[in-house]
């Protein structure tokens, strides 16, 4: 990525309830280790069920979260804008895809592998302690949705 | 810190910067990976009678390789590789061949692939990826040992000279002893045909030790093992009491290699009996409670047996063993969630071909980052082992990205697909459909396969082992949800049964032991056990001809 691509990914992280509270020399950082992707309207982003490597933060667009249940119902989780970081989970537990992603217009993401947000939290602790309240807490809003 | 874990150390240490850290770095800039590996191959095998024919000398970029060199397939290469197989030098290969590779027994008619030093290092470089994976995330994998299944990789020789046979066994055979005292199991283990007798064998060996980390191809394989040692706990108890093994087991020309080690172990015996007592059988997830890995193929066909792991195995991690065969290592899995791995784009070159592609002349071959999500493709393989645009007629779809690569999951083979009157019903979908029956209905069956019945009209056939009777109610259960299932996961399938143009599928029970028997079989025409795959839908009309039913369901035509 560019540095102006980077200062861009960087300012979205801003408004990242994930990432808010980290300076934005923090950011920056997180945001030259990202990679970028385009997608059109109705593909699919991340699949249900699937392999999980990296998380994604929406750039640009819209994009609409279903799961689908065992018992064969699907369910509507949210449909989200810019600044919607998803994909995170799965790279803390090592479980698959909780949920569909697909992009409901022209949508871009930014991309962090588990292993370069596993150096970042490495090598920076801080960020590891500012992300844990907003583990938690979406943790604890994903309960109250599926509920 | 012990000798073990400084060893793994090192290990890692070794294995990053001889392949890990390579890799690492090329999945920023994958098309660089690709370019340079594929330039690579082109260039050393420029002055080969394949290079001469197709201009390689000045090939200087991607597109200059797919202007020249048409995609192809065995059949299109064999001419060269029987050349090779007769001893001519510089055919396909400036290098001349360690070995030949053989893929008899999974799919069609034996195929020799030739393994050149470069392929070797092409096919070790993606196996070092994913061992220092593996190594950094078990730190004290090597506190215990591995329990690895390999095939024999002599199955004889060519007319000159060169042996044939598996590249799992060339590779256990050529690792340095420094190593090989962590794999639990003898080298020699790989050349016994006796299914039977490798499976006693093998549970010998391993139930003496403390096996942290199994690999192996097919999952079926690890469930076979788990019942094996249920059904001979008392026999391998008592020989690890008494040392070696019952002779009456071995033939007499078994190798020496296969029982040397077997010391006795009574403190080891009476744990594994204690087991054995408290719980009323062995599992492995009594016997080896260290176990911190289990490596096998998850994609494709492989869920259904993989759903049966935990009640043998516990809740051990469950990591994909890639997507490989002997053509090539297609893609590295880095984590344990799902069944994917990120395209091996510093072992090959790799080309895709969107999946209703195909079979259309202006077809778009594309490199691997212009791979979009959730999308499947066909693909061709180019490797040092002289294979060139190589079609393995497998489908992958991607599931996600590390960086710009894309990670990759297998989906089935290409010739999967089964069509009397335009269903196209694919593996996949026969699997899923399996599945979905299991898990819903709590149906529980250890092998299952469908294939095509003529009739008027046609119908598929289930063939069908369980391990107890169902009795004819459950049957027509199972048989009912199957067809409902299929028509879930296929619409042409469901619009073909209401016009009935295709008939209600039949349940075939066959008798326990057929899929054993038919795996021995399959091993006994130069199949490598951990290979064999057992097919959930079969194109092969005369599949389960063979077996002996015992009883058999049809739903009414009108059933539905």
């Known amino acids: 990525m560019s540095d102006d691509a980077v200062r861009e990914v960087a300012s979205v992280l801003g408004e990242v309830p994930m990432f808010r509270h980290l300076t934005s020399g923090q950011r920056i950082r997180l945001a030259g280790r990202m990679t970028t992707r385009r997608y059109q309207t109705g593909q699919v982003i991340v699949r249900q069920g699937d392999t999980s490597v990296s998380c994604y933060t929406v750039l640009r667009g819209r994009v609409r979260i279903t799961r689908e249940f065992d018992w064969g119902d699907r369910a509507l989780i949210v449909d989200e804008g810019r600044a919607f970081f998803f994909g995170e989970m799965g790279l803390i537990d090592d479980m698959t895809r909780s949920a569909t992603v697909v992009a409901l217009e022209p949508t871009e993401c930014a991309l962090l592998s588990r292993w370069d947000l596993h150096r970042e939290l490495r090598g920076d602790p801080e960020i590891a302690l500012a992300l844990i309240p907003v583990l938690n807490a979406r943790i604890r809003e994903l309960e109250a949705r599926i509920r | ?560």
């Open chain 2, 1 to 560: 810190m012990s000798v073990a874990t400084g060893l793994q150390g090192l290990l890692r240490l070794w294995l990053r910067h001889s392949s890990a850290q390579h890799f690492d770095d090329s999945t920023w800039r994958p098309e660089v990976a690709q370019r340079d590996k594929l330039l690579e191959i082109v260039h050393r095998n420029a002055d080969t009678v394949y290079g001469r024919e197709h201009g390689f000398a000045t090939i200087r970029s991607i597109a200059d390789y797919q202007g020249r060199v048409p995609a192809s397939d065995y059949d299109r290469l064999s001419p060269y590789v029987e050349r090779m197989v007769r001893g001519e030098p510089s055919v396909l290969t400036a290098e001349r061949p360690l070995l030949f590779a053989t893929t008899s027994g999974t799919t069609g008619r034996a195929k020799y692939i030739p393994v050149t030093p470069s392929y070797l290092r092409e096919y070790s470089h993606g196996l070092h990826v994913h061992s220092y994976r593996m190594l950094s995330d078990i730190p004290d994998m090597l506190e215990g040992r591995i329990l690895v299944s390999s095939s024999n990789d002599d199955e004889g020789r060519t007319e000159a000279g060169i042996p044939h046979g598996a590249i799992s066994g060339y590779l256990t055979r050529r690792q340095p002893s420094a190593l090989r005292r962590f794999y639990v199991l003898p080298y020699e283990l790989c050349r016994v045909k006796d299914v039977e007798l490798k499976y006693y064998l093998t549970l010998r060996h391993a139930l003496a030790a403390d096996v942290r980390c199994i690999v192996t191809p097919n999952p079926s394989s690890l469930l076979l093992l788990a019942q094996r040692m249920g059904e001979h706990a008392e026999e391998l108890i008592g020989d690890i009491r008494r040392g070696g093994i019952d002779p009456a087991r071995l033939p007499e020309d078994a190798e020496p290699g296969l029982v040397a080690g077997l010391r006795a172990d009574p403190q080891r015996a009476d744990r594994l009996e204690a087991c054995l007592r408290e719980r009323g059988a062995l599992l492995p997830r009594d016997a080896w409670p260290e176990l911190r890995m289990i490596s096998c193929w998850k994609g494709g066909t492989m869920p259904l047996y993989l759903r049966g792991l935990p009640a043998y195995f516990g809740d051990v991690p469950v990591r994909d063993l890639g997507y490989m065969a002997s053509e090539g290592r297609g893609a590295t899995p880095l984590v344990n969630s799902g069944a994917g791995g990120v395209v091996s784009i510093t072992s090959h070159f790799f080309e895709f071909v969107p999946e209703g592609q195909r079979d259309d002349p202006a077809r778009t071959f594309l490199t691997c980052e212009q791979l979009e999500p959730d999308c499947a493709y066909y693909v061709y393989f180019t490797t040092s082992g002289g294979l060139y645009r190589y079609d393995i007629n497998d489908l992958v779809r991607v599931v996600d990205y590390y960086r710009h690569t894309p990670v990759i999951q297998f989906v089935r083979k290409g010739e999967g697909i089964s069509s009397i009157t335009g269903e196209k019903l694919t593996e996949s979908q026969v699997t899923a459909a399996l599945v979905e029956v299991v898990e819903r209905h709590g149906f529980e069956f250890a092998h299952a396969t469908a294939r095509v019945e003529w009739g008027d009209p046609p119908c598929y056939a289930l063939f069908c082992e369980v391990s107890s009777a169902w009795g004819s109610e459950r049957s027509r259960h199972f048989i009912t949800e199957f067809d409902r299932a299929l028509a879930k996961y296929n619409m042409e399938y469901e619009g073909k049964r209401s016009s009935r143009r295709l008939g209600p599928p039949a349940l075939k029970l066959v008798r326990p032991g057929s899929y054993t028997a038919l795996r021995q079989r399959r091993v006994a025409e130069g199949a490598p056990e951990a290979q064999v795959k057992i097919p959930h839908l079969s194109p092969n009309m005369n599949f389960g001809t063979d077996f002996e039913v015992v009883a058999e369901y049809r739903l009414e035509a009108a059933a539905r």
